[in-house]
Nanobody, 124 residues
């Protein structure tokens, strides 16, 4: 499967963005989808995970209540709605998938395929 992430950009603190991750090559419905981010000079960190059916989700504590993961399997697309953005949310956001049943792993090594990343900059 190939993944294409998009939707990043420059936004003021308190603003919102919606990231998209489009899958090609295989149906997205075959996979659990996770989002990770990497800030300059820092390690890649877990943001959210959503199982293939969309019925189970996990979020990092830093984004709970502000970010929401969803998916539209008919469109082969996953989304990350980001609200109340803060400067510390700045980084490159990646989508990733695995096919482990109902996995919501927060470890990057548990994901097989990755998108190219989309840059989110939160700044006034």
């Amino acid at each position: 499967v190939q993944l294409q992430a998009s939707g990043g950009g420059l936004v003021h603190p308190g603003g919102s963005l919606r990231l998209s991750c489009v899958a090609s090559g295989r149906p997205l419905s075959s996979y659990n989808v996770a989002w990770f981010r990497q800030a300059p000079g820092k390690e890649r960190e877990f943001v959210s995970a959503l199982v293939w059916s969309g019925t189970m989700r996990s979020y990092a504590d830093a984004v709970k209540g502000r970010f929401s993961a969803s998916r539209d399997n008919a469109r082969n697309t996953a989304y990350l709605q980001m609200n109340s953005l803060k400067s510390e949310d700045t980084g490159v956001y990646y989508c990733a998938v695995n096919d482990v049943p109902y996995s919501r792993s927060s470890s990057p090594s548990d994901y097989d395929s990755w998108g190219q990343g989309t840059l989110v900059t939160v700044s006034s």
